[in-house]
Every structure is written in structure tokens, then in C-alpha cells.
T-cell receptor, first 110, second 115 residues
Framework: SQELEQSPQSLIVQEGKNLTINCTSS?????LYWYKQKYGEGLIFLMM?????EEKSHEKITAKLDEKKQQSSLHITASQPSHAGIYLC??????????FGTGTRLKVLA | GAVVSQHPSRVICKSGTSVKIECRSL??????MFWYRQFPKQSLMLMAT?????????EQGVEKDKFLINHASLTLSTLTVTSAHPEDSSFYIC???????????FGDGTRLSIL
């Protein structure tokens, strides 16, 4: 079965610093989704990547999917306290069901 | 756009009570809705998938008689936890998806506490 591994598991950065979160799949991805979750709340959709080499940006967040479609990275530029939360990558393994990574807990120190 | 409303946000009830959670897509038609369970500091675990007008498909290990799912319309799915017990206490999240190549959009979750 397909598995998603996220790294790092947790991250503490000073406000203003850049950071990167990685998501690696054991199999080729048909679709890769990035979500953000605050503790005790639902997931906020950030971005969807489907093509090898695809890159998307929204405000200060950029996500990329590698050419082989097995790894994605999420990069935050000039982090702010509002970026704090749990970042989850989700994959579509070719069915309509997602599998999720274990999440990366981000804390941004003001 | 793509707003999913989940209600209630929190439920506290006695053991043996049945609890219904609603999931609504407010501005789109959801051909498929998903129900997840999340344990503290863990990722989401898919419980079941429901398509409008048909029976839900449950994941292995999920009791369908315990977790009743109804997807009566293209904008509403309900999860009923029947005869809830303390071990059913958890955070339940729904998501909804439009037809085609679209992402899942999630509700805000329901924290269920069974005393």
C-alpha cells in the first residue's frame, strides 16, 4: 500500500525565517494535496499538484511536485505566527480516497 | 468558494446515546463525501466514503452498524454514532468533493466526548 512520509515531524522557527516541509511517497502520485490544520479544527485546503514538475504559489507559500511525482515540498517564505499549525500532505493513489502523511507541526516564534 | 459546514462542533453525552453529525457542502454539489476520525497528534483515518443516493463504503475495521452514514442529497451527509461508548470519543471530520478532478474540502470537525 502507498505511504506518505513527512519531514520534519515538527519545526520551530523565528518569525521572518524561511522553511521547507517535505512529503515523500512510496509510489507515484496521481495527485498531491497540501492542507493546513489548526489544533482541534478542520483542514484548510492550500494547493493541489498533479503534473510532474508543477509548482504553485499562494501568498507566501509555494508547493512543488518533482518530475517523478513521488516527492513534494512546501516552502514558506518569511514565516509569520499566522503560519503556525499542522501541515498535512494528502495523496490520491489513483482511487478517489486520500492517504495522508503524519503531519508537520509548525510553530513560529514572534 | 468550496465551503463545508459540519455541525455540531462539540458534543458531550452519556454512554449509550446515539449522536448525529451533519456535513453540508454550502456552495457546491458534493458527489462524494468522506468521514474521517482523528486521534490526538495523529493523522486522519478514513472511516467511510459515501456517494449520494447509494450505500456508504466502509474501510476495513469500521463497524457499519455502529457508524451509520446517510448521503441523502448532493449537499448533505450524516454520520450517526449509535449507542456511543467512551472508546468512541474522538475528533470526527467530514470532507466533500465535487465530481471530477477536484480536491476534498473539509469541515471544521466535531469533537465527540462520551462520558
Amino acid at each position: 500500500s502507498q505511504e506518505l512520509e513527512q519531514s520534519p515531524q515538527s519545526l520551530i522557527v523565528q518569525e521572518g525565517k524561511n522553511l521547507t516541509i517535505n512529503c515523500t511517497s512510496s509510489k507515484t502520485l496521481y495527485g498531491l494535496y497540501w492542507y493546513k490544520q489548526k489544533y482541534g479544527e478542520g483542514l484548510i485546503f492550500l494547493m493541489m499538484l498533479q503534473k510532474g514538475g508543477e509548482e504553485k504559489s499562494h501568498e507566501k507559500i509555494t508547493a512543488k511536485l518533482d518530475e517523478k511525482k513521488q516527492q513534494s515540498s512546501l516552502h514558506i517564505t518569511a514565516s509569520q505566527p499566522s503560519h503556525a499549525g499542522i501541515y498535512l500532505c494528502g495523496a490520491d493513489p489513483g482511487t478517489y480516497k486520500y492517504i495522508f502523511g503524519t503531519g508537520t507541526r509548525l510553530k513560529v516564534l514572534a | 468558494g468550496a465551503v463545508v459546514s459540519q455541525h455540531p462542533s462539540r458534543v458531550i453525552c452519556k454512554s449509550g446515546t446515539s449522536v448525529k453529525i451533519e456535513c453540508r457542502s454550502l456552495d457546491f454539489q458534493a458527489t462524494t463525501m468522506f468521514w474521517y476520525r482523528q486521534f490526538p497528534k495523529q493523522s486522519l483515518m478514513l472511516m467511510a466514503t459515501s456517494n449520494e443516493g447509494s450505500k456508504a463504503t466502509y474501510e476495513q475495521g469500521v463497524e457499519k452498524d455502529k457508524f451509520l452514514i446517510n448521503h441523502a442529497s448532493l449537499t448533505l451527509s450524516t454520520l450517526t454514532v449509535t449507542s456511543a461508548h467512551p472508546e468512541d470519543s474522538s475528533f470526527y471530520i467530514c470532507s466533500a468533493k465535487q465530481e471530477g478532478n477536484q480536491p476534498q474540502h473539509f469541515g471544521d470537525g466535531t469533537r465527540l466526548s462520551i462520558l
